[in-house]
T-cell receptor, first 115, second 117 residues
Framework: DAGVIQSPRHEVTEMGQEVTLRCKPISGHNSLFWYRQTMMRGLELLIYFNNNVPIDDSGMPEDRFSAKMPNASFSTLKIQPSEPRDSAVYFC???FGQGLSYEQYFGPGTRLTVT | AQTVTQSQPEMSVQEAETVTLSCTYDTSESDYYLFWYKQPPSRQMILVIRQEAYKQQNATENRFSVNFQKAAKSFSLKISDSQLGDAAMYFC??????????????FGKGTKLTVNP
């Protein structure tokens, strides 16, 4: 299996621009997670989906952030408009099962820089 | 809300020796899971070891083992026979296992491990 695929790996954009991050989970997995990693706040969950339905979006910082999962094999995280404080590494992870000691498989991350 | 604390921002160890990374957590739940993740410079997050709170036996994976003290809410990672490839950031993480509970992982701030040749 190719693992969790994220694109792009690096993104540099100017403040005010729209940014879209993409994720393809491992085939057969039914949960998908978006995490953000910064030096100040560490790793924190933004939102997660189960069977394509958003379950917990309490970590989404504000209305500028939105996430979708139109089908089981694709998800997007959009920031509009972007701000310098959004600069971070964004990870997508996927897993199968619930209520068991399962593993979340992480993608390689997207490093976002907003200038 | 659950919190995870890693009190050692950085640690170092000599190659072939043993090192222990500390982690404490705060929760009111009785059933949950604990994990250690490794993040090398490539930034890929790799699961090292996991522990179910209901299990008294400490988890072991080759050179990696944990010391799980449920009453003290402590979950330390021991790396034996350290190798240069063990150099990385290590994150402790918590997840509830309650029915209907969130699947999200709550991470500590991490410990940067340096392995000296």
């Amino acid at each position: 299996d190719a693992g969790v695929i994220q694109s792009p790996r690096h993104e540099v954009t100017e403040m005010g621009q729209e940014v879209t991050l993409r994720c393809k989970p491992i085939s057969g997995h039914n949960s998908l997670f978006w995490y953000r990693q910064t030096m100040m706040r560490g790793l924190e969950l933004l939102i997660y989906f189960n069977n394509n339905v958003p379950i917990d979006d309490s970590g989404m910082p504000e209305d500028r952030f939105s996430a979708k999962m139109p089908n089981a094999s694709f998800s997007t995280l959009k920031i509009q408009p972007s701000e310098p404080r959004d600069s971070a590494v964004y990870f997508c992870a996927s897993s199968f099962g619930q209520g068991l000691s399962y593993e979340q498989y992480f993608g390689p991350g997207t490093r976002l820089t907003v200038t | 809300a659950q919190t995870v604390t890693q009190s050692q921002p950085e640690m170092s160890v000599q190659e072939a020796e043993t090192v222990t990374l500390s982690c404490t957590y705060d929760t009111s739940e009785s059933d949950y899971y604990l994990f250690w993740y490794k993040q090398p410079p490539s930034r890929q997050m790799i699961l090292v070891i996991r522990q179910e709170a209901y299990k008294q036996q400490n988890a072991t994976e080759n050179r990696f083992s944990v010391n799980f003290q449920k009453a003290a809410k402590s979950f330390s990672l021991k790396i034996s026979d350290s190798q240069l490839g063990d150099a990385a950031m290590y994150f402790c993480a918590y997840r509830t296992s309650g029915e209907g509970g969130s699947e999200k992982l709550v991470f500590g701030k991490g410990t940067k491990l340096t392995v000296n040749p």
